[in-house]
């Protein structure tokens, strides 16, 4: 029987810009609006809870987890470097390590970004900064036959918003990439064989205005380069019924209900 309702665990990795915080809420609010579009559509309720793996440096129980309270776990985004070594960083990686190793059959494990890079970090894969440098805005994710075949559809292509310049460079032996995007990041979507895993480099909780208000505010500390930011703003003006973001949560969620 399928299940109608599901208990996510979220592992907050940092706040939100102001700017963005203001426009579309903390990331549990992100993360929560985005599922339920999906769920709705799925006909399923998610109930949420959050933990502050930075600052609180809290983390679920593992006699919870051992007792199938969670069904997932998702690692949000960071401006942090996920190959850093600061001692809450190596905490996370030691959690989701000891999550693949010894809890596979109990949780799933779902990476968004700097989510993204842990969960592989943590399975012995490496990460590094992108010598190609930033990827932002709304970008074209090539699927791969293996991804094609994983999310059983005949697209060559989702779009997803993207705002990183960290990338996996050395994918885990036990993973397989299922996208990549074309002169920049070679391993968008991952998942691991034993279908505990999957993760994506981009932002499917990112709607257009949050895409948007982001790359302005980033353009305006001068993070962003004037013509690179407007060349983005333009394609996410110009493509917004493009954006695979419901797409893609829908997708996560067949993976958790093991349809995947």
């Known amino acids: 029987m399928t299940k109608t309702k599901l208990h996510f665990g979220l592992l907050n990795i940092d706040t939100p810009m102001p700017e963005v915080l203001e426009k579309s809420g903390?990331?549990?609010?992100?993360?929560?609006?985005?599922?339920?579009?999906a769920a709705d559509n799925e006909k399923i309720t998610i109930t949420w809870d959050a933990f502050d793996v930075v600052e609180a440096q809290t983390y679920p129980s593992l006699d919870d987890i051992a007792a199938r309270k969670y069904d997932a776990f998702v690692l949000t985004?960071?401006?942090?470097?996920?190959?850093?070594?600061?001692p809450w960083i190596l905490k996370l990686v030691d959690f989701v390590a000891k999550m693949q190793d010894e809890y596979a059959d109990k949780v799933k494990l779902l990476?968004?970004?700097?989510?993204?890079q842990i969960i592989l970090r943590a399975a012995g894969g490496k990460t590094a900064k992108n010598d190609a440098g930033?990827?932002?805005?709304?970008?074209?994710i090539t699927l791969t036959e293996q991804g094609k075949k994983f999310f059983k559809t005949d697209r060559e292509?989702?779009?997803?918003?993207?705002?990183?310049?960290?990338?996996?460079?050395v994918v885990p032996d036990s993973y397989r990439t299922l996208g990549f995007s074309k002169d920049n990041t070679p391993v968008q979507i991952s998942a691991s064989e034993n279908k505990q895993c999957i993760s994506i480099q981009g932002h499917p909780e990112y709607s257009r205005d949050t895409m948007?208000?982001?790359?302005?505010?980033?353009?305006?500390?001068?993070t962003f380069e004037k013509d690179f930011a407007?060349?983005?703003?333009?394609?996410?003006?110009?493509?917004?019924?493009d954006v695979d973001d419901v797409w893609f949560c829908e997708r996560m969620l067949e993976f958790v209900l093991n349809k995947l």
């Open 212 to 222: 948007m208000t982001l790359i302005r505010a980033r353009m305006k500390q001068g």
């Open 134 to 140: 930033w990827e932002i805005g709304l970008v074209d």
């Open 26 to 37: 903390d990331y549990l609010q992100q993360f929560k609006t985005a599922f339920k579009k």
């Open 157 to 169: 292509f989702i779009k997803i918003n993207q705002s990183h310049q960290d990338i996996v460079t």
């Open 111 to 116: 990476g968004i970004c700097f989510g993204h």
């Open 77 to 86: 985004g960071s401006k942090h470097n996920s190959y850093d070594d600061e």
């Open 230 to 241: 407007e060349k983005a703003l333009d394609t996410l003006e110009n493509a917004y019924k």
